[in-house]
């Protein structure tokens, strides 16, 4: 079976930063997009960011904050989030994909369990 476990979570004050990973097993993703996804309490799923399957992406959100990036050899992607405000709260879903309409419509298959981050004011 397929599994996306992602660590690097937690609890950081305002201005500070976090490094999210997601590593998945059981197949090999390197010809996929890689995203992270978040929902913060009492709101619906935000896209956060993508890479692969296109040129990399961020949500408005993020932008200039936050950096996705990925290892196809270790099958990880990881978020560096910077500059960490209150409105960061969220769950942090990493999420595995393909292009199925272009230019920007895309399947995310796989999920990981989600990664709580706190920030706190």
């Known amino acids: 079976q397929v599994h996306l476990v992602e660590s690097g979570g937690g609890l950081v004050q305002a201005g500070g930063s976090l490094r999210l990973s997601c590593v998945a097993s059981g197949r090999t993703f390197g010809y996929y997009a890689m995203a992270w996804f978040r929902q913060a309490p009492g709101k619906g799923r935000e896209f956060v960011a993508r890479?692969?399957?296109?040129?990399?992406s961020y949500g408005d959100a993020v932008k200039g904050r936050f950096t996705i990036s990925r290892d196809n050899a270790k099958n990880a992607v990881y978020l560096q989030m910077n500059s960490l405000q209150p409105g960061d709260r969220a769950v942090y879903y990493c999420?595995?994909?393909?292009?199925?309409?272009?230019?920007?419509?895309?399947?995310?298959?796989?999920w990981g369990q989600g990664a709580h981050v706190t920030v706190s004011s």
């Open positions: 999420a595995v994909g393909s292009l199925v309409q272009s230019p920007s419509t895309y399947k995310y298959d796989y």
């Open positions: 890479i692969g399957g296109g040129p990399t």
